[in-house]
């Protein structure tokens, strides 16, 4: 008799056990599936999100073109030079889409009465400007040779050789810092030249590595850029390589297409990809794309950027008053020729007598609305991507 109640216990205990076991797994099967589906859920909220702000995005940019003049949309293709007079002015009167700082412009002054100019600009602009200033560091950086920022920037070698990639992000950060307190959104970087030539024009510019090196780099940058919400600038395509300065002369390229394609386009791809903003264009004639016409005003080299790399920001052009441009054809034909060329936005100090020759333009049929619409619509969304477009 006991034994037998001894047997029922026992008996009873495993079915427990059992039991619980079933119920355990069951507990632990469910809310493996409730996580799954709360993570499934939280991913669909993000992509819902990030839809939504991509509509809203473009829901800005379509708000603001709406309103938008012809006037207004040719001004906003124009990255002037800060002019000596009537700055606030030629704001008004040109609708001038940015103002790149010079020398002149931070010369004697400090970090306050440049601020304090920038804000005047932005005031004055019915649509807020991008306001740049040539800073890849080292050789190249106006806020570093006026004293304006101190330490001077490096130069991305320099970064490079003290720190490795970690000093190059760590400069870019510092810069993103200094940008932020004087209203600064591009600094005209990355230099994407490959040029392993000390004794070559661009080299100090450059970080001064292989084709592998120089994209990494710019790959790097690009990247951090973009967690600091600073404007990316790619150049100069199709890249010095180790050729002559066009700043004081015309220079043409004789490589061939295949070498550009292996060597000079790889930290262009690897910038693109990364998400680069925009691409500059040099003054130089590449004879494997067009022996003709300089770089910034071939078509040719912009369907390359389109077509062959599949490039989608903005496209801009060097300084219009460098040599190798301007002792090449006159300012107001180089001017319309950027934008027939597929540029987006021109860098230039004529602005002035370039505006209402591509007004002209227009009229004639020579510059379609269709082309000016597309360009405007790049440069707003890129501001609206920069939070100057609130």
């Given at each position: 008799?006991?034994?037998?109640?001894?047997?029922?216990?026992?008996?009873?205990?495993?079915?427990?056990?059992?039991?619980?076991?079933?119920?355990?797994?069951?507990?632990?099967?469910?809310?493996?599936?409730?996580?799954?589906?709360?993570?499934?859920?939280?991913?669909?909220?993000?992509?819902?999100?990030?839809?939504?702000?991509?509509?809203?995005?473009?829901?800005?940019?379509?708000?603001?073109?709406?309103?938008?003049?012809?006037?207004?949309?040719?001004?906003?293709?124009?990255?002037?030079?800060?002019?000596?007079?009537?700055?606030?002015?030629?704001?008004?009167?040109?609708?001038?889409?940015?103002?790149?700082?010079?020398?002149?412009?931070?010369?004697?002054?400090?970090?306050?009465?440049?601020?304090?100019?920038?804000?005047?600009?932005?005031?004055?602009?019915?649509?807020?400007?991008?306001?740049?200033?040539?800073?890849?560091?080292?050789?190249?950086?106006?806020?570093?040779?006026?004293?304006?920022?101190?330490?001077?920037?490096e130069?991305?070698?320099?970064?490079?050789?003290?720190?490795?990639?970690?000093?190059?992000?760590?400069?870019?950060?510092?810069?993103?810092?200094?940008?932020?307190?004087l209203?600064?959104?591009?600094?005209?970087f990355?230099?994407?030249?490959?040029?392993?030539?000390?004794?070559?024009?661009?080299?100090?510019?450059?970080?001064?590595?292989?084709?592998?090196?120089?994209?990494?780099?710019?790959?790097?940058?690009?990247?951090?850029?973009?967690?600091?919400?600073?404007?990316?600038?790619?150049?100069?395509?199709?890249?010095?390589?180790?050729?002559?300065?066009?700043?004081?002369e015309?220079?043409?390229?004789?490589?061939?297409?295949?070498?550009?394609?292996?060597?000079?386009?790889?930290?262009f791809?690897?910038?693109?990809?990364?998400?680069?903003?925009?691409i500059?264009?040099?003054?130089?004639?590449?004879?494997?794309?067009?022996?003709?016409?300089?770089?910034?005003?071939?078509?040719?080299?912009?369907?390359?950027?389109?077509?062959?790399?599949?490039?989608?920001?903005?496209?801009?052009?060097?300084?219009?008053?460098?040599?190798?441009?301007?002792?090449?054809?006159?300012?107001?034909?180089?001017?319309?020729?950027?934008?027939?060329?597929?540029?987006?936005?021109?860098?230039?100090?004529?602005?002035?007598?370039q505006?209402?020759?591509?007004?002209?333009?227009i009229?004639?049929?020579?510059?379609?609305?269709?082309?000016?619409?597309?360009?405007?619509?790049?440069?707003l969304?890129?501001?609206?991507?920069?939070?100057?477009?609130?």
């Amino acid at each position: 008799m006991k034994k037998s109640i001894l047997w029922s216990l026992l008996m009873l205990s495993a079915v427990f056990l059992l039991t619980a076991c079933g119920s355990s797994d069951n507990k632990t099967s469910t809310t493996s599936e409730s996580a799954k589906s709360t993570e499934s859920t939280k991913e669909e909220k993000q992509i819902t999100e990030s839809k939504k702000e991509e509509m809203t995005a473009k829901e800005k940019m379509d708000k603001v073109m709406k309103e938008m003049t012809l006037e207004e949309k040719v001004g906003q293709l124009f990255m002037a030079r800060v002019p000596e007079q009537n700055q606030t002015a030629d704001i008004q009167t040109y609708h001038l889409g940015g103002y790149l700082l010079f020398d002149r412009d931070m010369e004697g002054k400090g970090q306050s009465e440049i601020k304090q100019a920038i804000t005047s600009y932005q005031e004055t602009s019915k649509i807020p400007m991008f306001i740049g200033s040539d800073e890849e560091g080292g050789t190249v950086s106006r806020l570093s040779r006026n004293q304006i920022v101190s330490p001077a920037f490096e130069s991305p070698q320099t970064s490079y050789q003290k720190n490795g990639w970690d000093g190059v992000t760590q400069e870019i950060d510092r810069k993103a810092q200094v940008f932020g307190e004087l209203g600064i959104q591009l600094g005209m970087f990355p230099d994407a030249d490959v040029s392993t030539d000390p004794q070559s024009f661009i080299y100090d510019r450059t970080i001064g590595m292989d084709a592998a090196g120089t994209s990494h780099y710019v790959k790097l940058t690009v990247e951090e850029m973009k967690k600091q919400k600073l404007g990316s600038t790619l150049k100069h395509f199709p890249g010095y390589g180790n050729n002559r300065d066009s700043h004081v002369e015309i220079v043409t390229d004789n490589r061939s297409i295949d070498e550009l394609r292996k060597n000079d386009f790889l930290p262009f791809e690897a910038g693109i990809k990364a998400g680069a903003d925009s691409i500059m264009v040099s003054h130089n004639i590449v004879q494997a794309i067009d022996g003709e016409r300089p770089a910034s005003i071939s078509k040719p080299v912009h369907d390359v950027i389109r077509n062959e790399l599949g490039f989608t920001g903005v496209i801009m052009t060097d300084d219009m008053d460098m040599a190798g441009l301007a002792n090449f054809t006159s300012q107001e034909e180089a001017g319309l020729q950027a934008l027939q060329a597929g540029n987006d936005m021109i860098l230039s100090s004529s602005y002035s007598t370039q505006i209402p020759y591509i007004l002209e333009a227009i009229k004639k049929g020579e510059y379609s609305e269709q082309q000016l619409n597309q360009s405007v619509e790049h440069l707003l969304m890129w501001k609206i991507e920069l939070g100057l477009i609130k």
